[in-house]
């Protein structure tokens, strides 16, 4: 299983940014997906995760209504669409897989990881 992010950078405050990850080597049929973060400082913490067993997305708290978390399956690609970002949302991003089927924002659930890519908000 392998997973690659990238797509970061540097924004200003209500700026957007997609991050892609792109996969290889499981099946979106038996692997949940998800997006992690982790801010300097600050515990890697939940962003968003799918579900494959009904197609469930879920967002945390802090970012329903601006992220949004989509999967390509022909692509092998998972995307996160960020909009209105704020400096709160700056962080190193990573996307992670695990094979079960109800998606969780439990980091110790996912087995596979990809490299972060950093987002800076900042004007």
Known sequence: VQLQASGGGSVQPGGSLTLSCATAGFTYDYYAVAWFRQAPGKEREGVSCLSVSDGTTYYADSVKGRFTLTRDKDKN???????????????????AAGRFTIATMKEESYENWGHGTQVTVSS
């Open 77 to 95: 690609t998972v995307y996160l669409q960020m909009k209105n970002l704020t400096p709160e949302d700056s962080a190193v991003y990573y996307c």
